[in-house]
C-alpha cells in the first residue's frame, strides 16, 4: 500500500471518549466504555490528520461551568433560610396558640365549674327557703284556725254599730286601709297584757305609720262598778285627746293593780290633773254607765274574756295570751307587715 501511516482520533459514540486509532485498522475498540467501532478505509493528509490530532488532544471537561446554576443555590439557600424563620415563628406561633388554648381552655372549666358551684348554691338555698315557707305556712294555718275565729255576722254588726257610734283613740293613720281593732282589758291581767301589745304596737307603728290604722277599745269588767279607769280614761280622751287618753293609760299600767275602788282611782284621776268633783260625778254618771254597758256588750258578743286582750284583724279576732307571743306572726301574715 502506498501513502503514509497515519495516526487519527475520533470521538466515542457512546460515551464522548477520544479514541486513538491507525491508518488501516478497520475496527477499533473505546478504552473507557469498550464500546467496539468499525472502520472504513479512507486515505487523509497529513495535515489533515495531524489538525485532527492535535485537536483530539485536546479533551473536552466532564462538566461546564454555568453561573446561572450557582444563582440558583444561593436562592434556593435564601428560601431555605426564609422558610426556616418562618417554620420557627409559626412553630412559636402555634405553641403560644396552644398553651392559651390550655388557659383560656382551663379558665373556661374553672369558671364553668364555679357557675354550677354557685348554681348549686342558689338551688340549695332556694329550697331551704322553700322548704323553710311551707313549714311557715303550715304552722300559720295550724295557729290560725287554732287560736283565731272569723267574726260571724252578729258580730260583725256589733263591732260596726258601736265605732259608728263612738269616737275611739287612732294610732297611725286614720285613712290607711289596714286596720287593726284592740280590745284592752282592765283587770290586773288584762292590763299587763296590755302593756306587752303596746310595747309591739309602738314599733310597728314606728315602721308602718303611713300604712296602719289601730284602734283602740277599752273592755270593762262585768262589774261595772270596777271600771271607773274606763269612764276616766274617756274622759281624758274628750277634754285631752288620745294624747290626755295615752298618758293615763300609761300612767295605769305602771300602776297595776287587781281592783281599783273607786277611792283609789278618784284620787289617783285627780293627782293627774282631773277636778274631784268631775271624778265623782262621772263615777256615777249614767250615760257614762251606758257607755260601759255598750262596750261590755260589744265584748260579750265577740266572746272576749274578761282577763284578755284581743284583736280584731281581716274580719278574724284573736284572743288571749297567744297574740303577745305570735304578734309578728300574726301582722306579717295577715297584713303583709314584717319587721
Known sequence: MSGKFTVFVMKCPNCGANIEGSEGESIITCS??????????????????????DAGNKQTPPYQFNSNYLEAQKQIVKT?????????????TITLLSVGGVIFGSFFMQNKVQTHIKDRQNETRRRIENDRIKRER???????EKDSEALTKKMKM????????????????SKATKLVIEFGSFTGTGISRQKEISLHRRKFLRKFKEQLKWVYIPSPTENLSKSGAVTFLFEFFNKKGRDGFELFLRKLMRNNRWTWDKKALVKYAVSHEMDKKTALKLLNDKDALDILKKLRKVSETLDIPENESALVIN?????????????????ENELGMKQ
Open 158 to 173: 256589733a263591732l260596726s254599730g258601736i265605732l259608728k257610734e263612738m269616737k275611739f283613740p287612732v294610732y297611725g293613720n
Open 315 to 331: 274580719d278574724r279576732i284573736y284572743r288571749g295570751y297567744t297574740i303577745i307571743n305570735n304578734f309578728k306572726f300574726i301582722m
Open 32 to 53: 473507557y466504555c469498550q464500546n467496539t467501532l468499525r472502520l472504513s478505509e479512507k486515505q487523509q493528509p497529513a495535515e489533515e490528520s495531524k489538525k485532527e490530532s
Open 80 to 92: 431555605t433560610a426564609k422558610a426556616g424563620k418562618t417554620a420557627a415563628v409559626l412553630g412559636v
Open 138 to 144: 303550715e304552722r300559720w294555718e295550724k295557729y290560725r
